[in-house]
Each structure stands twice: as C-alpha cells, then as structure tokens.
C-alpha cells in the first residue's frame, strides 16, 4: 500500500524520515512517497485534501482532529526552550503588545503561545523559506520584531539581533515545567487501524535508527543542502528538536498538547477539541 507523506524540509523532519527514504528499516509493507513544504503550507494542506501522513504544528491540531489522528512520536519538543523573539536592540516583551512583529504564519503554534504569552500584535507573516527573509524584513524596519522558529532561532546572534523572549522558557513558567510542544506528525483515521499501526511502527522505527546512527545521519543531512551547514550548529539544533521526546513525547508531552490547546480554544483562537487523541 502507497501511502503519501508531507514534512518539513527542516534539517529534524528529514532525520526522522531518513531511514525510511533511504531504505534502511521495514516498511510494513507500505511504500511512503514523501514530500516537502514549509510550516504553514504544511497546516494549510492539512487542512484540504492533505497527505496520508501530515507534519504539522500542533496549533492546527484542532482544525483537523475530525480526520487525523495525533502520532506520539515524530514531535519537535522544547524542554525550557523553543522559539524566540528577537529586535534589533533589547527591550521588555511587554512593550510588543500592539506592535509589529514578523511571524513564520498564522496557523504554527510559534504565533499561538506568543499571543497567550503578551497579548495582541499585529502580526507580519513572513515566509521562512529563505530564512534570511525574516531578518531582512527586522533590519528594514517594517517590523519591530521577528518571531523565529527552526534554524533562525539558533543563528539570530550572526544577524544582529538581541533575543527579548524564548518562548520554551515562558511557557514553563506559565505551565509549572511542561514541555512546549511545538509541531507533530498526523495520520489520517480513515486509513483504519492496521494501516495506522503499520505506519506508525515503520515511523518509529525510522526515528530510532537515526537516533542510533546520528552521526552517519548529519552526513546524509549536509550532503543533501540543508540551511544548517555548519555541523556544530545542526548538531545543536538536532539535539534540541530529534532527540528522545522525537521517539515518545511522554505522558507530560501529551498533558502539554492538551494544555496548550485548552488555553487557545479559551482564549476563542481555536476550534474545542475532546482531548487529542494519540496513536
């Protein structure tokens, strides 16, 4: 069975699908063509006709609950860490309210924890793809700050700029020390619960491998032009978003999927949903 897959050319998508793009561990019988967007032409797809298999940002979930079911693994997770915000000189985050900032879209969970965490802006939504465009609009000054995700948040100090608020660390504070869970893959329910099971063991099993075989999956990363070049940096940025939680969020990943929704759909910025559900 042919199943279509959509994630991130982000350099943590990539080394989870590794070994199943490579042919490295058991498919189950089923043959994935995969594809790459970005963030939110990711939620967007996933929202109209979408692939068997949908990286997504965990805001969206809500959107589309109804024909997707939540994968435990595959999770981009920030344990005291996740996006930042960032000017060109420093300031207190309370003095963005109302102000201007460049955000990666209007559907990534980035723009969802930044509006709970200091109320109303206006948003800028500035694709990420180039990453440099985010930074080219902050020095332009169409923005009085840039709200980076991925690899921006890690290369932000080359660009001149001064980190105001990391939003990993925020919502630990908000939360009493839960993970922020930033994005996750989805399967679509009406592939039925075999499929669902076989795809799911095939996933895992392609994380694990790049987990045991990290080294030899950075290679395969650089070889292929990710952003991160630099293998000091995308060894930084791996360890931060394909690690352990990569494998299994853990039960207090799942309680902060569901927290975070439950404060959006309070707030009337997302749809309600019964609890996520995992598989």
Known sequence: MRLTAAISPDPDD??????????LV?????????????????????????????????????????????????????????PVVVALAGREPASLCGKRIAVPGLTTTAWLVLRLLIGEFEPVVTPIVPYSRTFDTLRSGAVDAALLIHEGRLTYPDEGCTALLDLGVAWAERTGGLPLPLGGNVIRR???????????????????????????????????GVTLQNR?????????????????????????VRRLLAEGAARGWVPEVEGADFV
Not at 44 to 57: L, P, R
Not at 198 to 210: M, P, T, W, Y
Not at 232 to 255: I, K, P, S, V, W
């Open 26 to 82: 058991d498919p189950r019988g089923l043959t994935f063509d995969i594809s790459t967007s970005d963030t939110d032409a990711l939620n967007q797809m996933a929202s109209g006709v979408g692939a068997d298999i949908n990286a997504i940002s965990i805001a969206h979930y809500p959107r589309i609950a109804s024909r997707y079911q939540l994968f435990r693994h595959g999770a981009s997770v920030g344990r005291g860490y996740g």
């Open 190 to 224: 009406s592939l039925g619960p075999d499929v669902i099971a076989r795809a799911s063991a095939a996933i895992s099993e392609s994380i694990a491998h790049a987990l045991a075989h990290r080294d030899a999956a950075m290679d395969w990363l650089i070889a292929r």
């Open 232 to 256: 000091e940096r995308l060894d930084q940025y791996l360890g931060m978003y394909a690690n352990q939680d990569t494998l299994d969020m853990g039960d207090d990943g799942c309680e902060a």
């Open 14 to 23: 990539l080394f989870m699908f590794r070994a199943l793009i490579e042919g």
